[in-house]
């Protein structure tokens, strides 16, 4: 159905272009490999781009592109794809590149014919798309230049013609060929070529075709010296090429008509020409334009979403109530810190800290006053430790904090325990709980050159001890034991 899309536009009939692609836009045929793949997606960007759906043909010739990244070998697939791209390169006015594209698809066509025939039709299409910019690169070159490249783009032209089964990718060799002769010089020939091509495309219904013949058959007459004839040939070949919304032939052929024209001192018709000429060349400027922009968009729209993406990463890892890292969050941080104080020679510290009979705060003041309380001792707790700790709320009334020792103190553990327990018995509860309740907290320490699990396990049991023996204390574990239980809410 690409096919007919792109049979329908060289007639000239966008609407039903348009209506019938948008059925097949997002079909990729089953089973296709990553080659076939970016063969379908650029081929349809290119399509896109002549409907003027610029954001869509960004869109597809990008995943496209992404696609064809990699070896490609001799991929008859990825051929095609190059091709597509060099023509959306060369409308967005990269032409270096477009031609470099254009030369590479050739040499991998090459390739896959020299293992698979049916290859050969996708390099003769690639020897077209070559050739044809190249006389366009011809048309725009100095003068003592332009026939060498002209005389390039005749040979690729013509072996493309030799290899070529299908009849329109035939009738588009033999109108861009007949231009190549008569580049050259070779007139008489030229004009033969360019009749046959014309001839086949109205029976065809081609009016791409049409339109480059005729605008041959001008180029011819103007040499000849007969402009009345070319102004009239050349005015077919513009008109013929906005019916078809191609703004690159447009632009190129109505230049032509400006100069035959001017030549003829026609003023009229040369203003007429011109005027179209500067409309062609507003509407590439615009789509390039509109290109640019929906790049710079779709840019901005990657950056926020990623950024959307690391803040959700972020959020899935912080505690909403506290806003110190969740049990994830610590998970995630604590293997980094450990592996970095080991390799500095430290011994690595964990604080368990748990608030004592905080079930009684929620009951007796509600859980409000108890969420206020749980902010209160995770903001002393950032107090207490130093900027590169690790402050963790573990779960319900727990918190951990895993110390990036600095070496600062051989027992730098049980002095910042000792530090937050003071800090919690001695705070000012009484904006949060009035003065009849003070919150206390008991704390677990363990040190070992050991993993989060068995840590936290050592520290468990000093914990147990220091709820054992009163409360409102701290207590160390003095060797590591294996993993155990996870905390208790008391």
């Known amino acids: 159905m690409d096919l007919e899309v792109k049979a329908l536009l060289n007639a000239g009939r966008l609407a039903e272009a348009n209506t019938l692609f948008d059925q097949v836009v997002s079909r990729v045929p089953p089973g296709a490999d990553r080659w076939q793949r970016s063969a379908v997606l650029v081929g349809r960007a290119k399509l896109a781009w002549r409907l003027g759906r610029i954001p869509l043909a960004l869109e597809l010739a990008a995943e496209g592109w992404t696609d064809l990244d990699g070896e490609h070998g001799d991929n008859p697939a990825a051929a095609q794809a190059m091709h597509a791209l060099a023509y959306l390169l060369e409308g967005i006015g990269n032409r270096r590149a477009a031609v470099d594209m254009l030369r590479l698809s050739v040499q991998v066509a090459r390739r896959a014919a020299e293992t698979e025939p049916a290859a050969t039709e996708i390099l003769s299409h690639c020897l077209q798309g070559l050739g044809g910019t190249l006389n366009f690169r011809a048309i725009s070159s100095d003068p003592d230049r332009a026939p060498a490249i002209f005389e390039e783009a005749r040979g690729h032209l013509k072996e493309g013609l030799v290899l070529a089964k299908d009849e329109q990718m035939r009738r588009a060799l033999l109108a861009a060929y007949s231009r190549s002769l008569a580049g050259v010089g070779e007139l008489e020939e030229a004009e033969e070529n360019a009749r046959e091509a014309l001839r086949q495309a109205k029976g065809a219904g081609d009016k791409w075709t049409s339109a480059v013949a005729g605008w041959v058959l001008a180029v011819v007459r103007r040499e000849q010296g ?3 004839q070319a102004r009239t040939l050349a005015s077919r070949a513009v008109a013929a090429s906005e019916s078809i919304n191609d703004p690159s032939l447009l632009l190129r052929f109505s230049l032509d008509l400006a100069d035959i024209c001017a030549e003829m001192g026609d003023h009229v018709g040369e203003a007429a020409a011109l005027r179209c000429s500067v409309a062609a060349g507003r509407t590439a400027t615009e789509t390039l334009q509109e290109g640019l922009g929906q790049a710079l968009e779709q840019r901005r729209v990657a950056v926020q979403a990623q950024r959307m993406a690391v803040a959700a990463q972020e959020a899935a890892a912080r505690d909403p109530l506290t806003g110190l890292a969740n049990r994830l ?3 995630r941080a604590a293997a980094g810190l450990l592996e970095s104080t080991a390799a500095r020679g430290r011994v690595p ?3 368990l800290v748990d608030v004592d009979r905080f079930k009684g705060v929620n009951d007796d003041a509600g859980h409000a006053a108890g969420d206020a309380t749980l902010r209160e001792i995770a903001q002393l707790l950032r ?4 900027a590169a700790d690790l402050v963790a709320r573990w779960a319900g009334d727990e918190f951990v904090v895993l110390l990036n020792d600095e070496g600062t103190s051989a027992e730098v553990g049980p002095t910042v325990a000792e530090r937050i327990r003071a800090a ?5 509860w009484t904006v949060v709980l009035g003065p009849t309740r003070r ?14 699990d068995q840590l936290f396990a050592a520290a468990d049991m000093a914990l147990y001890r220091a709820k ?13 034991i294996t ?3 996870l905390p208790r809410n008391n």
């Not at 919150?439 to 993993?451: L, M, R």
């Not at 054992?468 to 590591?480: A, D, I, Q, S, T």
């Open 439 to 452: 919150p206390t907290v008991s704390i677990g320490v363990a040190a070992g050159p050991a993993k989060l």
């Open 226 to 228: 007969d402009l009345v």
């Open 329 to 331: 969050g610590l998970e």
């Open 349 to 351: 510290w964990l604080v």
């Open 424 to 428: 919690v018995d001695g705070h000012d």
């Open 483 to 485: 993993p155990g239980p």
């Open 468 to 480: 054992r023996h009163g409360r409102n204390r701290v207590e160390v574990e003095p060797h590591l």
């Open 383 to 386: 107090r207490e430790c130093r």
